[in-house]
């Protein structure tokens, strides 16, 4: 079993690490934030990821799992992931200063014959910069690999342990093959190709779920005009296998750490190489205007914000998940309190902290039931488990005037109307013709593979 180090420990780094110790390699994890770290040698999670605890556990109790917040002197491992944060800068442009403080700090610690895996996603040519970087550090033996990650938040062990396929690039064959080996054990299929286009084929993957779901949700838009029913629409489009029903649930648009900002990486890459990236542009237009689709259905609802008080269920980008990086939640709750609502905010897993950053203008509110005493409009924002079965009869009866703002169409409108809300849902019919939740029908035909 090989030994490996993992460079930045957030969503993809502990996970990777976790995992790749589960498999058996003994792994050095290391990362700037000591706070992080520290939660991690206790065999915790700093995330909230489910199943990622027990294996923190069992890594640290076999001994192949060490966590480290400073670089050691001489790394004794020859195969370095690189996972960590590339966020988007202001112009869209990914930002990699991360990426260069890891190399710098890695580069000089290297043996000769040692190989470099680029597990973030970074611009197309970031493995050529990072060769680059090692040889003017004086390692002319270096090896760089590019290995896209496509594990998602909330079900990233099983995504990591099973996924459709593991992407590998160089132009170095005999460190794809190293590479490749540590997940041997996984037997999943592996795509061997050069460097650039495996850095290129986690953009254009992301790209097209984003494209999948701004696909959806302008088919929402004109379901609502015309009267049909979008949630139906997707099942029978999915129906035929060359679409497929995954990320075909119309809402509140895509957020997270990730979509947003690589949507608009790629467009600022592809503009400043001088191509239109035209359907990129529309997608994210599409996406920007679903958060206002659902503010309007709330202010028509309820005939105007000011001084209306509005409970958003849920601040997490999606279930499962304490992530509110670009949380459509979040933006929901921040737009109402600029038109004057008075904004409560639930999450089962968020911490009120993490709301009173990103959201100053909302109140956190532990207790739903609690949270919806005078209460006008509760908007269903992240489709937790937990608010789906929540006793919606007594959630209404602890409110003003019952209106509920389904904007994940994952309630069921006759149980909402049958409990006196005035219910309001993304491209499907609200007021006539009663509908099941989509939610387990989604569930059931995802499979449990990563996209
Ligand atoms: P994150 O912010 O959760 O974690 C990044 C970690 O890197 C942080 O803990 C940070 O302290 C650490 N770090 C920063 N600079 C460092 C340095 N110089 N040396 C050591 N550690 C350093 O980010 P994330 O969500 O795990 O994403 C990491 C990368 O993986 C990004 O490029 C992202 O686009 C990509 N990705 C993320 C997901 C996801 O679901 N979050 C999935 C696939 C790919
Ligand atoms: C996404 C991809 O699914 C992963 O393959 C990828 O590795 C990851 O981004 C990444 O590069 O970081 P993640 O962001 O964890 O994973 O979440 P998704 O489940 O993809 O959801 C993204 C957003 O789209 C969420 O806001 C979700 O609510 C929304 N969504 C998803 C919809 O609005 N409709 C859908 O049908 C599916």
Known sequence: MSK?????????????????????????????SAERIAIYQTGKSPIYEPGLDELLTKGLDTGRLRFM?????MLDADIVFVSVNTPGSQEGAADLRAVRDAITSIAPRLRPGSIIVNKSTVPIGTGDLVQGMAERAGQKHISVVSNPEFLREGSAVGDFMK????????????????VASLYAPLNAEVLRVDIRTAEMIKYASNAFLATKISFINEMASICEALGADVTDVALGMGMDARIGRQFLSAGLGWGGSCFPKDVRALAHMAAVHGTHPQLLRSVIEINNGQRLRAISKVREALGGLEGKCVLILGAAFKANTDDTRNSPAIELANLLSLEGAAVRIADPVVSPTQV?????DAEFVA????????????????????????DFGALARRMNAPVMVDSRNALAPSVMRSVGFAYFCIGRPAHEGDREPVAEWDVALAGGGAS
Do not use: K, Q
Request: net charge negative; proline share 5%; glycine share 10%.
């Open 4 to 32: 490996i180090a993992v460079v930045g420990c957030g969503y993809v780094g502990g996970v990777s690490a976790a995992c790749f110790a589960e498999l058996g390699h003994s792994v050095d994890c290391i990362d700037v």
């Open 69 to 73: 917040d400073s670089y050691p002197d």
């Open 163 to 178: 996924p459709d396929r593991i992407v590998l690039g160089s132009n170095d064959p005999e460190a794809i093959e190293r």
């Open 356 to 360: 009173a950053i990103a959201a100053p």
């Open 367 to 390: 207790d739903v039931m609690n949270g919806a005493v005078g209460v006008d409009a509760v908007v269903l924002a992240t489709d937790w488990a937990e608010y789906l079965n929540l």
